[in-house]
């Protein structure tokens, strides 16, 4: 089951509700969360015996959370994951960044990855910039796993994705905001469905009424 809407802001808060009345999940992360990946990252997979690509749109479930720090001005947490990779399925151990899950943005924003790049970069000795460079490319907290929840996503999220129940929420749309973005947005998510789809906050002229 996947609830597709508009805009992160209000995905975020579907998850928080699907999270807390459904799941009665009360920590920011819990054993049996669903996450979305939201960034590319070639770092994790590899650690975890094959190198793999981990793509953006890749879901994964929380098997155990096994630490959160804070560092470079960022939240992180260390946690055991499991994913499907479409031929088996992994266990993978990965630090995740905390702060995109509440990010109204679809993943950190690009200056907040340029200071954290910047910092890390800062504290890294080796006797050549290339040198540093190549362990940048190998720093867990420069390389995090930018993540989102799962439960609710934005259309563009849910691109590539199909899951037996859909709930499409169109949320506040005014006559002007009707276009091509509107309608792709729909197409995209009304196609998710592989059973059952339920349409949410649909205005009554959407099915010809007044």
């Known amino acids: 089951m996947c609830l597709i809407c508009r805009s992160n802001k209000r995905a975020y808060q579907y998850n928080q509700q699907v999270r807390v009345r459904i799941h009665g999940y009360e920590e920011e992360l819990s054993p049996g969360d669903r996450l979305m ?3 590319n ?3 994790w997979a590899g650690r975890n015996g094959k190198p793999e690509l981990l793509a953006n749109g890749e879901q994964m479930f929380v098997k155990r959370v096994l630490g959160i720090e804070e560092r470079y001005g960022l939240r992180f947490a ?3 994951t499991g994913w499907w990779n479409g031929t088996e399925e992994r266990e993978l151990d990965v630090k995740v960044m905390l702060d ?3 990010s109204e943005g679809p993943a950190l924003p690009g200056p907040q990855m340029k200071l954290l790049t910047q910092q890390v970069l800062a504290s890294i000795v080796a006797p050549t910039k290339g040198a540093r460079f190549r362990l940048l490319k190998e720093d867990p907290y420069a390389n995090a796993l930018q993540i989102k929840y799962a439960y609710a996503v934005t259309g563009h999220k849910a691109q590539g994705g199909q899951w037996h129940t859909v709930f499409v929420d169109q ?3 005014t006559d002007e905001m009707i276009d091509k973005e509107y309608v792709r ?3 995209t998510a009304i196609t998710r469905a592989t059973d059952q789809l339920y349409l949410l ?4 002229r959407f099915w010809g009424e007044e």
């Open 201 to 204: 906050n649909f205005h009554p």
């Open 185 to 187: 947005w729909l197409y």
């Open 171 to 173: 949320g506040y749309v």
């Open 78 to 80: 260390d946690i055991t």
């Open 100 to 102: 995109t899950l509440a």
């Open 37 to 39: 990946v939201v960034k």
């Open 41 to 43: 990252n070639y770092l």
